[in-house]
């Protein structure tokens, strides 16, 4: 009798071990990044958003200095869903802050004007090179 717990514990222990060493991050989101220009100028920190076309958790990233940006999805888990998203980019100021430069046109902040497919199994390289003639 003592034998057959004695041998069901290292089992147990496994069991564990492989439920806990199990990936943090879910199989339906990818890493994105990209760049972020207005007329070929890099734009800082504009808000990046990414939104599920299907229902789904959104993902927002900030541009840098150069313009780009990298999505966040949860407060441990870098990426956006995979699939097709509504994109949304904004660079207004909040009251009180400095106007930007160059300002990304209003209608890049609406839905549905900008889109991306975040593709599953890799990093996902998607630029927004904006016009503010159109």
Do not use: W
């Not at 199989?27 to 994105?32: I, K």
């Not at 200095?65 to 869903?81: K, Q, R």
């Amino acid at each position: 009798m003592f034998r057959k717990h004695y041998l069901c514990a290292p089992v147990i222990g496994i069991c564990i071990g492989v439920l806990g060493c199990s990936a943090s991050s879910p199989s339906n989101v990818s890493e994105v990044q990209g760049t972020v220009t207005v007329d070929g100028q890099p734009i800082p920190d504009a808000l990046v958003t990414f939104k599920p076309r299907h229902s789904g958790k959104n993902s927002f990233g900030r541009t840098d200095t150069s313009g780009h940006y990298s999505l966040v999805y949860s407060t441990d888990l870098t990426g956006a869903e995979i699939g097709e998203h509504d994109v949304t980019i904004s660079n207004k100021p909040f009251p009180g802050h400095a106007i930007p430069k160059v300002l990304i046109p209003t209608k890049f902040g609406k839905p549905g004007t900008l889109t991306a497919n975040v593709a599953g199994g890799t990093s996902n390289e998607i630029d927004f090179a904006m016009n503010s003639k159109r």
